[in-house]
């Protein structure tokens, strides 16, 4: 009798295994030749963790490159000395991170943090606009950090397993293996954000190719550089990826920036063919129908991409990450600024807390 043919789900099993193949440290040295330069910093402290996981925007002491100044007073009568504090925050420093972030910006010129899976690309707004994420300092990375939503998914087990089919928690919901929390440092420099792209790939076939930033550029609208790009991609992923990475099983998503020229260019991450993946242009139930019918009739990759700037993904003004862009609690501070103002203020009264404390 002929063997029965098993249809493909709309997802591919995930495992805790499969997942951490995700995970910057597992894939970047399989990789790293392919991508940006990167300096892991592996495994961090619980301390650690706690510091991300408090309340508050602060960076660690020692962390400006200021000397600390001392809390004593010259003033033996000061009111307050006999006072407590209500609600004091707990103090962090971690001084070998520094280091070792200085290390890392003397090596690069600039960098950009992430944990294991999640930038905090959220968080861009924090620093200067004139250059999104650059970090110089120990203080910027940590301002990054705990400005971000994004990262807060890495910072508990729990999250980073959710829906993982062996994602077995013991009776006090701890994680019964481990994970660790690992920070990284890439180079930093100029992105043209146009040139970045998400490709989608099941069972070893390269399905999808989305435009990742959700805004128009003119350039994406010539069948020749369409062309060009879809080429491109299909020929690089073949060379260096396809096949390369078995614990995935073949099913994953990478990020590609392009060159200048379009004929060429690297991997900025891998992410895994799940749910937590943001389908950008495609949804998944188009990319499995692309799946069912590659089955039948081998097809190319296709490429979508932000054609107009009425194309219905299109964000036209509105930035990016918009919901993290303005904490609740400084909301009274906007009334009658337009968005630049208003982050520089945000900024100063964050230093001016920083200092304070």
């Not at 493909?8 to 951490?20: E, M, N």
């Not at 003397?106 to 960098?111: C, E, I, K, S, T």
């Not at 069972?203 to 609208?221: A, C, K, M, T």
Request: glycine share 4%.
């Amino acid at each position: 009798m002929p063997t029965a043919v098993t249809t493909p789900t709309l997802f591919p099993s995930l495992t805790r295994d499969a997942l951490l193949a995700f995970q910057f440290s597992s894939w970047y040295s399989r990789f790293s030749s392919l991508s940006i330069k990167s300096t892991i910093i592996r495994p961090l402290s619980q301390e650690f963790r706690e510091y991300l996981d408090s309340d508050g925007v602060f960076v660690p002491d020692g962390a400006e490159d200021v000397p600390l100044e001392s809390t004593l007073s010259d003033d033996g009568n000061n009111e307050d000395d006999n006072e407590e504090e209500e609600d004091p925050r707990r103090q962090f420093a971690f001084p070998e991170i520094d280091t070792k972030i200085r290390d890392a910006v003397a090596l690069y010129g600039a960098v950009f943090p992430k944990l294991n899976f999640s930038s905090p690309r959220d968080a861009a707004w924090i620093l200067p606009a004139s250059s999104p994420l650059k970090c110089t300092v120990p203080a910027d990375v940590y301002l990054l950090l705990k400005s971000s939503d994004f990262v807060q998914h890495d910072i508990s087990p729990e999250h980073v397993f959710d829906g993982c089919e062996d994602d077995v928690t013991s009776d006090d919901g701890a994680r019964s293996d481990s994970y660790e929390l690992e920070l990284v440092l890439r180079k930093w420099y100029p992105v043209d954000r146009g040139r970045e792209l998400r490709c989608f790939v099941r069972q070893e076939v390269l399905l999808g190719i989305s435009q990742r930033d959700p805004n128009h550029y003119d350039f994406w609208n010539e069948p020749e550089i369409q062309r060009k790009v879809l080429e491109a991609v299909k020929a690089y992923w073949e060379v260096n990826i396809k096949g390369r990475w078995e614990q995935t099983g073949g099913n994953y998503t990478f990020d590609f920036l392009l060159t200048r020229d379009l004929s060429k260019g690297h991997i900025v991450d891998f992410n895994p063919y799940a749910p937590r993946t943001d389908p950008l242009l495609f949804t998944y139930e188009e990319l499995h129908e692309r799946l069912l019918e590659h089955a039948s009739t081998p097809q190319e990759p296709e490429l979508r991409v932000v054609d107009s700037p009425s194309h219905p993904a299109a964000t036209r003004n509105a930035p990016a990450h918009q919901h993290n862009m303005v904490p609740l609690e400084a909301l009274a501070m906007s009334s009658g600024r337009n968005v630049e103002d208003f982050a520089d203020l945000l900024r100063e009264e964050i230093k001016k807390t920083m200092d304070d404390d």
